[in-house]
């Protein structure tokens, strides 16, 4: 009897252990599961307040009162739920803190939210790059912390990058997401300074929405000699015959429904700034650019933030042939971009593909990472991401 009531008794013990362990087991499960539920929540809730914010750039001007926020959110199809805020001003910058719950578990997300312009990259690609011997990629007005500039391509095609001999990039290169830089690059003579490495996600190339009021401007017609343009306009096309010149002398959008045309020796120029310092020049053009030998896109400023070309849907090629040199930035994801200039290049290029033909040098403007809620294909991104 006494052997039998100990049995008992370690069976006993065994099995409250075994019961506790389980119970253990379960909740800590349960924890785990909650944790889960609870992060993803915190993220759905990042993503829906990063989208109300770039959803309220399209309603000009920026209003600071009406940042998203949401208390106890529903997730759908899940017993969870999340509440987001989103703090700051444009002057200091906007916070985003995003807390999910669910049973057990919260999970809190704090990240910045800083405004992205097109110009982030030196020049950017869907396919691919092409650098003819002897070209460099350097770069100024960058401040001592922004490490260096950055060539990059969503291609992961063999070749994709392909930089001729003696090629100098003072900067990385990105690939596209999943390729192999060592495939993706051709630059087995060439000298690339920083890192070459694959992009974690494809670089989304946004389409250029043309603005209403330029869209509800009656056309003026097809411009082919020398004049003087000074209030935003919209024409048919450019087609500027032999020497003649289009002095632009105010601020300045065109929506040119066609082709833009510069014949050999005309130019579309930008006076500088003593002439009239709130000259500048933005292009949204509806179908080509070619500038013929010795033709320009003379930027009297030469400040690239004051020229900018916005490729629409239906620019499919740029030629510069440029006489001089080129200040400005382009952004036309549709298009392949072909320079041809005897002088150099300053700003920055997001094109389809891009192809420099003469040994020139790129001089990428960083100051075009500078952007307003105002411009062009601007959004907010996450940075600084932490998590509680």
């Known amino acids: 009897m006494p052997l039998a009531m100990v049995a008992i008794l370690i069976l006993f013990v065994m099995g409250a252990g075994l019961l506790s362990l389980g119970l253990r087991s379960r909740l800590l499960a349960l924890r785990a599961a909650s944790g889960i539920v609870a992060r993803c929540a915190a993220d759905a809730g990042v993503t829906k307040a990063v989208y109300e914010m770039n959803e309220k750039l399209k309603t000009q001007p920026w209003d600071d009162s009406t940042l998203p926020q949401t208390v106890d959110e529903a997730l759908p199809n899940c017993d969870a739920v999340f509440s987001y805020i989103v703090t700051g001003d444009l002057e200091s910058g906007y916070g985003l803190q995003a807390v999910g719950s669910y049973l057990l578990a919260d999970t809190t997300v704090n990240c910045n939210l800083p405004l992205e312009g097109p110009f982030e990259y030196a020049i950017f690609t869907e396919n691919g790059i092409i650098m003819n011997s002897g070209t460099t990629v350097t770069w100024y007005n960058y401040g001592d912390d922004e490490g260096k500039l950055t060539l990059g391509t969503n291609s992961i095609l063999d070749g994709a990058v392909d930089l001729k001999n003696a090629v100098y990039i003072d900067g990385n290169i990105v690939v596209g997401a999943g390729g192999d830089p060592d495939v993706v690059i051709n630059g087995t003579w060439a000298t690339i300074t920083g890192t070459t490495t694959s992009a974690t996600r494809i670089y989304e190339l946004s389409p250029i929405a043309l603005p209403l009021y330029l869209q509800e401007l ?3 017609g097809t411009i082919t000699e020398s004049t003087v343009i ?3 306009a919209t024409y048919d096309a450019i087609d500027l015959s032999q020497s003649n010149i289009i002095t632009i002398d105010g601020p300045v959008a065109l929506y040119i429904i066609g082709d833009l ?5 005309a130019e579309l120029q930008v006076v500088n700034e003593s002439t009239n310092p709130d000259a500048s020049l933005i292009v949204y053009l509806g179908g080509d650019i070619e500038v013929k030998n010795s033709g320009a896109i003379n930027n009297l400023a030469e400040d690239p933030g004051k020229v900018k070309i916005y490729g629409l849907d239906g620019c499919e090629d740029i030629v510069l042939k440029n006489g001089t040199d080129f200040y400005g930035a382009i952004y036309a994801p549709n298009a392949d ?3 041809m200039n005897s002088g150099e290049v300053f700003g920055a290029v997001v094109s389809k593909s891009f192809d420099q033909r003469n040994s020139a040098t790129f001089n990428y ?3 075009l990472r500078e952007v307003s809620t105002d411009d062009e294909v601007v ?3 996450v940075e ?3 998590e509680d």
């Open 379 to 381: 959004r907010f991104v």
């Open 365 to 367: 403007d960083a100051s």
């Open 261 to 265: 045309t510069l014949s050999n020796s």
């Open 218 to 220: 009656p056309s003026q």
């Open 384 to 386: 600084d991401w932490s």
């Open 337 to 339: 971009v072909v320079m």
């Open 230 to 232: 000074t209030t935003s």
